[in-house]
Nanobody, 119 residues
Framework: QVTLVESGGGLVQAGGSLRLSCAASGRTFSGYAMGWFRQAPGKEREFVAA????????EYTDSVKGRFTISRDNAKNTVYLQMNSLKPEDTAVYYC????????????WGQGTQVTVSS
């Protein structure tokens, strides 16, 4: 059973930074990709960033490029999302998720962590 636990959310002023963590357990993750998603009130969940576990290849949605950085620590089975230059529109619940690299479907999800950016 795969378990994902996010942490690091909170309240920050616009222009500030936060680092989210996603601790993964329950299997080895080589051959998998880890993603971050977010959902703001009244909006659909959207993709933020992803990283492949083995190669470290990354991808980002356009709105966070240059501000957010996804990384992973294989020894700790943890994925991070460093968020800089935060904007009020980044306010959302942030979720981490796992998919096999040969699939586009994320099958395991964490419980989410709230990020609130005040103006």
């Amino acid at each position: 059973q795969v378990t994902l636990v996010e942490s690091g959310g909170g309240l920050v002023q616009a222009g500030g930074s936060l680092r989210l963590s996603c601790a993964a357990s329950g299997r080895t993750f080589s051959g998998y990709a880890m993603g971050w998603f977010r959902q703001a009130p009244g909006k659909e969940r959207e993709f933020v960033a992803a990283i492949t576990w083995t190669t470290g290849s990354t991808e980002y949605t356009d709105s966070v490029k240059g501000r957010f950085t996804i990384s992973r620590d294989n020894a700790k089975n943890t994925v991070y999302l460093q968020m800089n230059s935060l904007k009020p529109e980044d306010t959302a619940v942030y979720y981490c998720a796992v998919r096999a690299i040969w699939s586009m479907k994320y099958v395991y999800w964490g419980q989410g962590t709230q990020v609130t950016v005040s103006s």
